[in-house]
C-alpha cells in the first residue's frame, strides 16, 4: 500500500500545518530535560522545559481524531543529584490538556545496556553506607487518549486488514505492563548523539494502536524511527524535528538515501521547512 510522509522542520510547540482532527495517533519521546548527552544546557530551567512539553500536549490534542492515543515514552531525569518528577509531571500536563491517563507500561532495557553511566560504580569504589545510586534501567510508557473510541468508525475490511497477530502479542508478551526490549546504543549508525528509540517501541504502539492507512504523528522525530515503522506498518506519518541537520537522517532511514529502491515509487515524503527555524525555545 503506498503511504505518505511529511516531515516539517519546526518547532512543535506549534503545529499549524496540521488540520484538527486530522491524526489517528501520536507517538514520540520528548528531548530528555538536561540530559548529559544530547540536550545539556538547551532549556534554561525545568519550567521552560515543561512549558514546551504543555504547548505540544495542547497541539497534540488539537490534532488528535476523537477517541484517539497519544503515547509519551519518558522517564524522569537526575540532574545533579535530584530527580526531575517528568513522568507525574508530563501525565499532569496531558490531562490538563484534555486527556484521559490511560495506562502506564514499564519499558525494562537489558542488564547491561546502560545507555548513560553507570552509577553503581559508586558504591562499588566506596563500599560504604550513603554512596548507594541504582543504575536505571528502567523507562515510561505513558498512555492517553482523547474521549471515547467508535469502533464502528472502522470499515471490517480495514479492521481485518489491521488485525494484531495474537501469537505475535503473546509470545512478546505485549500483553503485560512490563515490556523487555533492547534500547539503541549511542554511537550506533543513524542515531549518533540522537536519543533514539528502538524501532521496537513504535512498531508495537502503532500496531495496537492505529489501523493501516492512517497518520502516525510523532512531534519529536529525531531520527525518524516513528516514520520508518509506520511506513513499514503501511501507515501514513508526519514528523516534526527542530533541528534540520537531521533531514538526511530521516531521509535515509526512512530508505531514501544512496538506496533509494527501499522507498517505492508510489509513496510520497515531503519536506516542509519552515521559515526562520531557530534551535531554541519560547519560555
Ligand atoms: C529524544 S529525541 C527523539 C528520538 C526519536 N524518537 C528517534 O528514535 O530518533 C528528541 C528530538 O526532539 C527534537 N526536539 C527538541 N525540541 C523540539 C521541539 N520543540 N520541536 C520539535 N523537535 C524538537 C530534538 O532535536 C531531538 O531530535
Known amino acids: 500500500m503506498p503511504t505518505h510522509h511529511k516531515l516539517i522542520i519546526g518547532n512543535c510547540m506549534s503545529m499549524e500545518e496540521i488540520e484538527d482532527n486530522s491524526v489517528h495517533l501520536m507517538v514520540t519521546s520528548p528531548p530528555y530535560f538536561n540530559a548529559p548527552f544530547d540536550y545539556k544546557g538547551l532549556f534554561k530551567s525545568y519550567g521552560q522545559y515543561l512549558g514546551v512539553l504543555r504547548k505540544a500536549a495542547k497541539e497534540i490534542f488539537r490534532v488528535l481524531q476523537d477517541g484517539r492515543i497519544a503515547v509519551l515514552n519518558i522517564d524522569d531525569m537526575l540532574v545533579n543529584g535530584e ?31 546502560l545507555r548513560i553511566s553507570r552509577r553503581s560504580g559508586v558504591i562499588l569504589q566506596n563500599p560504604y553506607p550513603m554512596y548507594f545510586y541504582p543504575d536505571n ?38 500483553y503485560m505492563t512490563l ?96 521559515e526562520k527555524v531557530k534551535y531554541g525555545y519560547i519560555s
Open 137 to 174: 534501567l528502567l523507562e515510561s510508557i505513558i498512555i492517553f487518549q482523547k474521549g471515547k473510541f467508535n469502533y464502528k468508525s472502522i470499515s471490517k475490511e480495514v479492521r481485518e486488514y489491521s488485525k494484531v497477530n495474537i501469537k505475535e502479542l503473546q509470545n512478546n508478551k505485549w
Open 179 to 274: 515490556w523487555e526490549m533492547t534500547n539503541v546504543l549511542p554511537g550506533s549508525n543513524l542515531e549518533k548523539d540522537i536519543a533514539a528509540f528502538p524501532e521496537e517501541l513504535p512498531y508495537r504502539i502503532i500496531k495496537l494502536f492505529s489501523y493501516k492507512g492512517e497518520t502516525v504523528l510523532d512531534p519529536f522525530a529525531g531520527s525518524g524511527t516513528t516514520m520508518k515503522v509506520a511506513k513499514i506498518l503501511e501507515r501514513n506519518s508526519i514528523g516534526i524535528e527542530i533541528k534540520k541537520s537531521l533531514v538526511p537522517i530521516i531521509r535515509e532511514k526512512m530508505g531514501l538515501g544512496n538506496n533509494k529502491s527501499l522507498f517505492d515509487t508510489e509513496s510520497t515524503f515531503k519536506v516542509i521547512s519552515r
Open 83 to 113: 530527580k526531575f518528577p517528568i513522568v507525574a509531571d508530563a501525565t499532569k500536563i496531558f490531562q490538563e490538556a484534555g486527556f484521559r491517563y490511560r495506562d502506564r507500561i514499564i519499558w525494562k532495557k537489558p542488564d547491561g545496556y
